[in-house]
């Protein structure tokens, strides 16, 4: 014990002026930097905070070298070359052989959470993106309906977790949760994500299911992406890597307009990639990550079984005539599943457009009794 505190007494600057860091696990090296006292048990790295005035960290050359150097040095750290592609891994025009995508319309929306500031907006008409920001649903909407658009991809969550029935902290069901259980998928996947009734993201949760019902009451197709979740799936570089990058990889997928060469915001650049999603979902090379209680996150999908999606049929069934139990099994058993519409098919009634046109037809195709649809008045 009296010989290690005479040790320490000697030599109390090197204890408790400087920090000794060793990153290979010996304690003897050749040299020191200059001005640094010399000991026997100097390791490879160490800091002062008594340094002397004339030692600066831009004179000691840099222990970090990349793979096709050389000489590595004592302690060299060796990082390969990246071997990759840079490239998106799909492409518009592959999209477009699937399914025809040249006149198809697709609005991608970045959603803030009030309306007294600007949402991304981007109007994807084939693969021509053309972008705006807008502030009221009201804007929004009647800039849907003037482009005729087939699709509506909202980057906003678009339900709230099963169970819950308020938005906000004070719902008396706050044990249900705030995260749903799409957004646990994408973080099982290794992707984040925030849920979607966290405190910074109530306000944006409520204002989205609010701008998707009234677009839906309007015969506007809606659903939620998450453009980050997309970039990576389609390896195009997020925002955080630089917008350059993200509006070079928007380019490479293959879309044109005016923010390949005129400055855009991030919103505006995340709103492209929303339509984008919208498209993967209209050729059928796409994943729904959820339930059908809490709805479906729409996320690309490359290897997707774009030739079921496409040949999969849809009946349509009014409520002019009864949907009996027996009519629902046998669907079930031909692999249909069954969902529901209220006011969503309402604007069709108003607009007299007839929802199928022969309901029997339809169902002798698929082998089902015409007695059990009931003839349509």
């Known amino acids: 014990m009296l010989i290690a505190l005479v040790f320490l007494f000697l030599i109390p600057n090197v204890f408790t002026n400087h920090i000794f860091i060793t990153t290979n696990g010996r304690h003897k090296v050749t040299s020191c930097p200059k001005g640094l006292p010399r000991i026997t048990a100097c390791p490879s790295f160490y800091f002062s905070r008594n340094l002397v005035p004339d030692y600066k960290f831009s004179q000691v050359p840099s222990k970090l ?50 309306e007294e500031r600007e949402s991304g907006c981007c109007e994807l008409r084939g693969n021509l993106a053309k972008t705006c920001r807008l502030k009221t649903d ?57 849920p979607s009734l966290i405190p910074s993201m109530q306000k944006l949760t409520r204002r989205g299911m609010t701008l998707a019902e009234k677009l839906r009451s309007k015969g506007v197709s809606v659903v939620e992406s998450y453009p ?32 390949v060469d005129t400055p855009v915001s991030h919103d505006e650049l995340d709103s492209i990639t929303s339509a984008v999603v919208g498209l993967f979902l209209g050729t059928g090379m796409y994943e729904g990550l959820g339930t059908p209680q809490e709805e479906y996150l729409v996320i690309p999908d490359l290897n997707g079984d774009y030739k079921a999606w496409l040949s999969h049929k849809v009946i349509g069934i009014t409520d002019s005539f009864e949907f009996t139990p027996e009519l629902e099994r046998q669907l079930s058993l031909k692999g249909f599943g069954i969902y529901g519409f209220d006011e969503e098919v309402d604007w069709l009634r108003e607009e007299r457009i007839e929802l199928i046109e022969s309901a029997n037809s339809a169902a002798e195709e698929i082998g089902i009794p015409i007695d059990l649809c009931k003839k349509m008045a």
């Open 65 to 114: 070298v990349w793979s096709n150097e050389d000489d590595f040095g004592p302690i060299g750290i060796s990082v390969p070359k990246f071997s990759g592609s840079t490239k998106p891994l799909i492409k518009f025009d592959e999209l477009d052989k699937i399914y025809p995508l040249k006149s198809f319309v697709v609005m991608g929306v970045d959603l803030v959470s009030s």
């Open 138 to 194: 009201d804007e929004i909407i009647q800039w849907v309906l003037d482009a005729k658009a087939d699709r509506v991809s909202i980057d906003s969550p678009l339900s709230i977790p099963a169970g819950r029935t308020s938005f906000f902290d004070d719902d008396p069901h706050r044990d249900c949760g705030i995260m749903r259980e799409c957004e646990r998928t994408v973080r099982r996947r290794g992707i984040n994500v925030y």
């Open 228 to 259: 980050g979740v997309a970039q990576e799936i389609m390896s195009i570089p997020r925002k955080q890597a630089g917008l350059d990058y993200l509006v070079q990889g928007l380019q490479e997928f293959g879309l044109s307009g005016e923010f």
